[in-house]
């Protein structure tokens, strides 16, 4: 069987051997399989791994044995039972990711037939034209559905003129699920591709995920949720550092593809395949559940279904923006995932493996830390409220025992993620969650009225969520109490326990700047533009109106509405002009109007540039851009390795001295002309050495021509003869918006010129 080698995952995707054809020898799909990593890697993890258990379990013998305070049985016994809870999520999570898998990509079937559903509610016409038109340019023949439960009359024009199918029903029964079984048993084709409204995929999602369907006994290819909002509520990005944070990059990142060595990947509502026959006794999505894919995906694994999880960026979404709206999230997936056990007990159900019998319950079982995370939060201020401790023999034995269990902790998870987990992050959502998880928690256990399925904003609710917080502010309220009890307490000798009090005085605040982290997160401004902006540095000619030419400057972010541009000089609000993005190897001309002038950035002022009366064309040309080259590119500048993994390899490097100096590069995204053999084109510089510059170009320059330069600067133009010495193509799912990273070679003296421009943007 040919494979379809990766153009553009993110992350790794393919060893490098790939399977040979294998005639008419049946296709099994386990053949893709392949170890994350080295078997002397794997042989260190599993150790980590049971240190890190074992660590856990003689702290907690040690709990049990010696520190269970008599004098306060119920509170003692409550903080123990919150511990081991998080033993066995500690077990969870290792068993998920003992075995790290990735896949190779069979070549798709040309003979197979796909229809893609998109599903839609109340979303904007504008954010669905996105999802369509990406639908609609995967390669790979297929039927594009627009299955809106809205009934919306712009919605049904909206598919006639982009040329897809509109369904849609008399009724919204069942919800989600509900919608996607209508059109099932409206339509025919072999595997059903569905997408949520706000999901964009790539042009290659098909070519990448149904060769896999070769393998008779493959239900479900599922990719990871990645979200091109950057600037949502669950992202935390450090752009010196090139590093990104998303709340669900340790499940997408890290369990899935553990998931996947179990065979118990799980359909996530979005961004996959599914085959027809799998679904259809069942009539499509299994309903009567608001989290019909982990449902459905349950029943057809106990029916002896494959899944696949194929962890490539092959489509990105909408996060929620503001915290009303991650909180209605999450509380639907955790009620959800809690309920699912009345329906079909993964411990009980036949047909499934022991593997994924546990990796189905630790999905569920992670939606119930809310509870014992509440009990940590509300010890401390208990403890100095009551002066009630919970802990006896708090003396060197415990501290030395438990600082051991402590770094063995959080040496494991650091250890085993790899860099993609990070204790603090992790535990500051827990925080962020922890009422709602208590909510879904409770609903599960005593709830009477059905769950319902609401659907997530995808534009926010556009205001503060102080409501949302009040639970939060509550506990920073009851905890800065306890702290001003406990203080006077010291001060007029009520207590005399000064090490105690101190030790659960900075379990205290501790837990107030989560609390207090979360609160301002609910507070923080709400998004106010109707368009997600893109960081994204492209060259730009304007003639602004009543100057006598045309200047070059560069923009700092853009969507299908306007940009930031960074200008050499501070311009009036209200300013018009003619501006030419230069992306990729195309010109796109528009009027534009200068609405903001903000603070400088470095020697550039940046300023706020809408584009008006663009044509519709001009909007598809630019959200093309957008999702098939500015996100992919964007996502691979953010995934520089964590600090320690970096550190790491130059250590071996030297150790084995096979470490080559590199020079030092500096980002720079300035504007830069360039000609070679009469041709000449406005690109974008990436970075500066002491040796040479980094530009991405539109067309492939071969090594060694002779090209002219010319550098924008804050302070002037720079030019200068360089010899390009490396092109490199960057992976794009679309031909006509490929690019080149090109090196050029020039003289030290001449760069150390371009710096003294301060190209720097």
């Not at 016994?77 to 066995?88: D, N, R, T």
């Not at 065979?263 to 009567?288: D, K, S």
């Not at 960081?535 to 969507?559: F, H, M, Q, Y």
Request: hydrophobic fraction near 45%; proline fraction near 5%; charged fraction near 20%.
């Amino acid at each position: 069987m040919a494979l379809v080698s990766s153009t553009d995952a993110v992350h790794t995707t393919s060893p490098t051997h790939q399977l040979k054809p294998g005639g008419d020898a049946p296709f099994d799909a386990d053949s893709t399989l392949y170890y994350l990593d080295s078997p002397r890697r794997r042989l260190f993890n599993h150790s980590v791994v049971l240190v890190g258990l074992a660590a856990y379990a003689l702290y907690l013998g040690y709990r049990t044995c010696c520190t269970m305070n008599p004098a306060t049985p119920i509170f003692s016994g409550l903080l123990l039972a919150a511990e081991i809870h998080g033993f066995f999520s500690l077990f969870f999570f290792f068993f998920q990711i003992w075995n790290r898998r990735g896949r190779t990509v069979p070549a798709p079937d040309p003979d197979v037939t796909v229809d893609v559903f998109i599903t839609t509610y109340n979303e904007d016409a504008d954010l669905l034209r996105q999802t369509i038109r990406g639908a609609l340019a995967m390669r790979h023949p297929h039927r594009t559905f627009i299955l809106d439960d809205g009934r919306r009359p712009h919605v049904r024009a909206l598919a006639e003129e982009l040329g897809c199918e509109y369904l849609t029903r008399s009724t919204n029964e069942h919800a989600k699920a509900g919608n996607f079984n209508n059109a099932f048993l409206q339509t025919s084709g072999t595997l059903v591709a569905t997408f949520d409204a706000d999901h964009v995929p790539r042009a290659d999602f098909l070519e990448r995920t149904i060769g896999f369907f070769r393998d008779p006994k493959v239900a479900l290819v599922q990719v990871p949720q990645q979200y091109h909002n950057l600037d949502s509520l669950q992202h935390k990005i450090d752009h010196s550092t090139r590093r990104i944070y998303s709340e669900q990059d340790v499940f997408f990142e890290l369990v899935c593809p553990g998931k996947d060595h179990w065979n118990a990947a799980f359909f996530c509502g979005t961004g996959a395949v599914l085959r027809r026959t799998a679904l259809e006794p069942y009539g499509g999505l299994v309903v009567g559940s608001i989290t019909e894919d982990m449902h459905t995906c349950l029943e057809l694994h106990s029916a002896g279904w494959k899944s696949v999880y194929l962890n490539e960026m092959l489509v990105t979404g909408l996060a929620p923006m503001d915290f009303k709206t991650f909180q209605a999230q999450r509380l639907r997936w955790a009620e959800g995932n809690l309920k699912i056990i009345k329906s079909i007990n993964p411990l009980t159900c036949p047909g499934l493996t022991l593997g994924q019998r546990i990796c189905y319950i630790a999905s569920m079982y992670h939606w119930t830390i809310g509870i014992p995370k509440m009990l940590f939060y509300l010890s401390p201020p208990w403890i100095l409220f009551t002066h009630a401790f919970p802990i006896v023999n708090f003396g060197p034995t415990f501290l030395t025992i438990y600082a051991f269990f402590l770094v063995s902790l959080v040496l494991s998870y650091r250890i085993l993620s790899r860099g993609t987990g990070r204790l603090f992050m992790d535990e500051f959502f827990n925080m962020v969650t922890a009422f709602t998880l208590i909510r879904a928690t409770n609903r599960m256990l005593f709830g009477r009225m059905p769950a319902k399925f609401v659907v997530t904003d995808k534009r926010g609710s556009g205001r503060p969520s102080v409501a949302e917080a009040l639970p939060h502010i509550a506990l920073i309220v009851f905890s800065g109490l306890a702290l001003e009890w406990g203080v006077l307490s010291l001060t007029y000798a009520v207590s005399d326990d000064w090490f105690g009090s101190g030790a659960t005085m900075f379990w205290t605040l501790y837990n107030v700047a989560l609390a207090g982290g979360a609160v301002r997160l609910a507070l923080r401004p709400p998004q106010q533009r109707l368009s997600c902006r893109f960081d994204a540095s492209l060259p730009v000619e304007v003639k602004w109106d009543g100057c006598p030419a045309a200047e070059v400057g560069i923009t700092r972010n853009i969507s299908d509405s306007g940009c930031a541009l960074l200008w050499k000089t501070r311009l009036a609000k209200q300013t018009q002009g003619s501006l030419v993005l230069h992306i990729g190897n195309r010109q796109l001309r528009c009027r534009a109007e200068i609405l903001s002038v903000r603070a400088d950035a470095g020697s550039w002022v940046e300023h706020g540039v809408r584009f008006v009366d663009l044509p519709i064309a001009d909007v598809d040309f630019i959200n093309d851009a957008v999702f098939n080259m500015i996100v992919p590119r964007l996502f691979r500048h953010l995934s520089r390795p964590a600090l320690s993994v970096r550190l790491l390899r130059y250590l071996v490097k030297t150790a084995t001295r096979r470490f080559a100096a590199r020079p030092n590069r500096v980002t720079a995204s300035v504007p830069v002309r360039l000609e070679h053999a009469r041709r000449e084109w406005l690109v974008t510089s990436v970075d500066i050495s002491h040796t040479g510059l980094g530009l991405v170009m539109p067309v492939e320059l071969p090594a060694g021509a002779s090209v002219h330069v010319t550098v924008f600067g804050a302070h002037g133009t720079w030019d200068r003869q360089a010899t390009v010495i490396r092109t490199e193509r960057v992976p794009c799912s679309t031909p006509s918006l490929q690019t080149w990273t090109t090196g050029l070679l020039l003289s030290a003296a001449d760069l150390r010129e371009a710096v003294d421009l301060e190209v720097a943007a």
